[in-house]
């Protein structure tokens, strides 16, 4: 079966076509610039490479460019939009109403514009993409894939604010978490990696632009750092993470802000950006520590320092560790971040083997010590196949 998998954003569209039976990637893909004066990159065969710039005034034009390339010249992978069998859709927030994947209808479609209030940002682009779709390739199941549906089963403690209780049952203000994708298949693929197989305690740092850490037991979530919005948690590229919501209050207050400003520096200005002053890329930031940038040192020594405090309170609430495992851009390359999360964590049986960590490898892989008691994994993400084989399934009627 191929899938077309679609993330949808506000001025992006990221696509793979696959084959989720059996993993094979067919083409890659990005949108960029949508609405100004737009810019294909598609990536196919043996690192086949097409770059077109094209007018993409909305995201239907995106998606259609899309589709042609994937059909058609240089880029062309399938004979026509008919060998496509189905769509999966990451959509960032499910709310309460989704714990997994569903074939999107349109009482789905009327469920998925009422959370739009929960991500503003993000559920109006993912809804356009699946209406798009919808259009162009009729008779094509869409699936929706929720960025939430894995931390749907965290216990209420875990979920819950301690607000007004009527902010929950009026508002559903409550913790819902993010990279629901990305946690479950590493996790998953954690699982299979220890000899353990049952009542598994697993911590996840999905380490890149946008961070988050979650508590995995036996294969469910208990908790996780990202809550109402993806900016609660760890710091983070450009959003700030945990902070004293007075802090807030009193900057307003101080710098004359009103409350879209003041979200525009928490969520685009602050985190590692904000610290260095340099860059959200850490590679810059490393670069700069290298040369003598102590705004920049401070920013790795807080980056590191944030994950850790959160990897002992979720060992604290799973009653110890199996595994910790370090995955996205930052937690698969940045030795140097594995390196000071993981120092001094001997007391909870995990043991860093230095010269494991610090090579470099595009495999899952175990970089502990032969004698820690729990293991350290570096597990390559893929959110993409977690969309793809949902899809598969679903479509399928194969029960997962």
């Known amino acids: 079966m191929l899938v077309f998998i679609l993330n949808a954003g506000s001025s992006s569209l990221k696509y793979q076509l696959m084959n989720p039976i059996n993993k094979e990637v067919l083409a890659v893909g990005l949108c960029e610039r949508i609405g100004i004066d737009g810019v294909l990159k598609h990536e196919f065969g043996d690192d086949k490479k097409v770059k077109l710039e094209v007018s993409m005034p909305t995201h239907r034009e995106a998606i259609e460019l899309v589709l042609k390339t994937l ?28 714990s997994s994947s569903v074939i999107v209808t349109k009482k789905i479609i009327e469920k998925l514009k009422e959370l739009i209030p929960l991500a503003p940002l993000h559920n109006p682009a993912n809804i356009m993409g699946v209406e798009i779709c919808s ?49 479950y298949f590493v996790s998953t693929e954690a699982r299979n990696m220890l000899d353990k197989k049952h009542n598994t305690r697993i911590i996840i740092c999905h380490l890149g632009n946008g961070s988050s850490v979650s508590a995995i037991f036996d294969g469910k979530c208990i908790d996780t750092s990202m809550g109402l919005t993806p900016v609660q948690g760890l710091m983070m590229g450009t959003r700030c993470g945990d902070l004293d919501a007075g802090a807030i209050q009193y900057m307003m207050e101080k710098e004359g802000w009103n409350i879209k400003e003041m979200l525009d520096i928490l969520n685009k200005k602050s985190g590692i950006v904000g610290i260095s002053g340099k860059s959200s890329d850490l590679r810059e930031v490393l670069e700069g520590m290298e040369a003598g ?24 609430a799973l009653d110890g560790v199996d595994a910790l495992c370090f995955t996205g851009g930052i937690g698969e390359n940045a030795a140097l971040i594995r390196e000071k ?13 230095p010269t494991k960590n610090n090579k470099r490898a595009s495999e899952a892989r175990d970089i502990s010590t032969n004698g820690s008691q729990g293991r350290i994994f570096v597990i390559p993400t893929n959110e993409e196949y977690v969309i793809a084989n949902d899809t598969y399934k679903i479509v399928s009627g194969i029960n997962s």
Request: include cysteine; proline fraction near 4%.
């Open 293 to 316: 940038d102590d705004r920049c040192r401070l920013a790795v020594d807080m980056i590191a320092y944030i994950i850790k405090k959160y990897v002992g309170s979720y060992a604290a």
């Open 71 to 98: 059909t058609d010249g240089e880029g062309k992978v399938i004979d026509s939009i008919g060998d496509i069998q189905a769509i999966g859709h990451r959509v960032v927030h499910g709310g309460e109403e989704f």
């Open 341 to 353: 999360v993981c120092a001094g964590l001997d007391y909870m049986g995990l043991n860093i083997d």
């Open 135 to 183: 259009e162009l390739i009729p008779g094509i199941p869409n699936v929706a894939v929720f960025d939430t549906a894995f931390h749907q089963t965290m216990p209420d403690y875990a979920y819950m604010y301690p607000l007004p209780y009527e902010q929950y049952t009026k508002n559903i203000v409550r913790k819902y978490g993010f990279h629901g994708t990305s946690h």
